[in-house]
């Protein structure tokens, strides 16, 4: 059985990703004892190295795991990757020698080690072990941030910024000397932009538009697409892509059409449109709504909703636009024509979407109480949840993954 494990991002200064913290559900802290991934899931190969899931898990980032002292101390710890993972530890308020000791063994052995909770009684033993030191930068005031970070960083210790939730917050932190970032900071569309879109991306809005009506109007479509050839080459390119190994090569949206269908082919226009979108941002957002896309569409069957598959993918698709074009989700909901129930989802307003939108953001953000709440009023079981979440990752991973190719006879 897959256990929940949830993924909270660790970004740099440009909220490029350096790494997760792996958040299992409580009750399943102990992360060293492999949980059953590998071979769970269709098409996978019946046994695989005991933590190849942590790199899934982190797409060849770093994994932060949360480890207690008596874990560390007993040596279940060391049979985790050590070129994979950073060994996260809460530090005692007075760290006793065997703890000191400990952490000097798997830092000799190879181990990142990171310490959280500062307290200053344990400044001397431990800071020419750590690697890596977290603040929650709520708790202390800047002076004594900025004073910690001086005084340690010439050691050559890495400073994360923890329970950073505003930008606000983000934008003090790099000011104060952090490398790197943890918390919400990222999922929030403040400060809105007040500039008229580009016009390439207004084309992408514009195609949005067209594939979010009830109905699909190609002409309208394709009429749209061809004034952005870089558009039209990103669509065919991945639709020519070894993940659909059509027998003949797709040389126009009408002919994409024929072979797809109407809801197929919106689903991957739409995709394309999104990730144009968030070019030249951070791609963390747009990373997240290609698994809250999948994760949404996998669940539409299960509460019932079996014939609104793209709605629901939609749903999800769309729920961190707001941040990509920095512009509030009503403004930009008010250009695109879709379901009224999903646009009252994506406003916060309570109906069965909503309460699954709600279940699967619970769920990446590892609050197991409330998404499995919201499952059980959705008819949902708890197992439902990893597996789907761990498809949709693979789906994610697969489409960011698809190569460039070589330019396409593109006609519209």
């Not at 394309?272 to 896309?293: D, F, H, Q, W």
């Not at 569409?297 to 707001?322: M, N």
Request: glycine share 6%; with cysteine.
């Amino acid at each position: 059985m897959i256990r929940c494990i949830a993924r909270q991002p660790i970004l740099d200064r440009l909220e490029r990703v350096y790494g997760f913290e792996l958040q299992p559900r409580r009750g399943e802290e102990e992360i060293w004892r492999s949980p059953d991934v590998a071979g769970t899931e269709e098409g996978a190969p019946a046994a695989a190295p005991p933590f190849d899931w942590i790199s899934e898990f982190t797409e060849g980032t770093r994994a932060f795991i949360k480890c207690t002292p008596q874990a560390m101390a007993s040596g279940q710890v060391a049979l985790l990757p050590r070129d994979q993972v950073v060994l996260e530890t809460p530090v005692p308020a007075t760290p006793d020698e065997g703890f000191v000791k400990t952490c000097r063994t798997l830092k000799a052995a190879g181990y990142a080690i990171a310490l959280e909770n500062y307290q200053s009684t344990w400044e001397v033993p431990l800071t020419d072990i750590a690697d890596m030191v977290k603040v929650d930068v709520t708790a202390f005031p800047d002076r004594i941030q900025w004073l910690l970070i001086r005084k340690y960083r010439p050691n050559g210790i890495v400073f994360i910024a923890d329970k950073v939730d505003k930008r606000s917050q983000f934008q003090a932190a790099g000011q104060q000397g952090f490398s790197y970032f943890q918390g919400q900071f990222y999922s929030r569309a403040e400060p809105f932009s007040t500039s008229e879109l580009t016009p390439t991306k207004l084309v992408y809005l514009l195609v949005l538009r067209a594939v979010t009506r009830p109905e699909i109007n190609m002409q309208e479509v394709a009429d749209t697409i061809k004034h952005d050839l870089a558009l039209s080459y990103r669509l065919l390119r991945f639709l020519n892509s070894a993940r659909f190994a059509f027998h003949s090569k797709i040389k126009s949206v009408r002919h994409a059409l024929l072979l797809l269908g109407q809801n197929e082919i919106r689903k991957w226009i739409g995709l394309v449109s999104l990730a144009a979108l968030g070019e030249g941002g951070p791609p963390l957002p747009v990373n997240m709504a290609l698994i809250r896309a999948a994760f949404c569409e996998a669940l539409a069957p299960l509460v019932g909703a079996t014939k609104r598959e793209s709605d629901y993918f939609f749903l999800g698709l769309l729920s961190s636009i707001d941040v990509l074009m920095r512009r509030p989700m009503r403004v930009i909901l008010a250009e695109l024509p879709m379901a009224s129930d999903v646009s009252d989802a994506l406003m916060g307003e309570q109906n069965s979407l909503r309460d699954v939108l709600q279940a699967v953001t619970s769920y990446e953000q590892g609050k197991w109480e409330e998404c499995f709440q919201l499952g059980e009023k959705l008819g949902l079981k708890e197992e439902n949840f990893p597996g789907l979440f761990l498809r949709a990752l693979r789906w994610s991973r697969e489409l960011t993954q698809i190569k460039q190719a070589e330019p396409a006879d593109v006609r519209c």
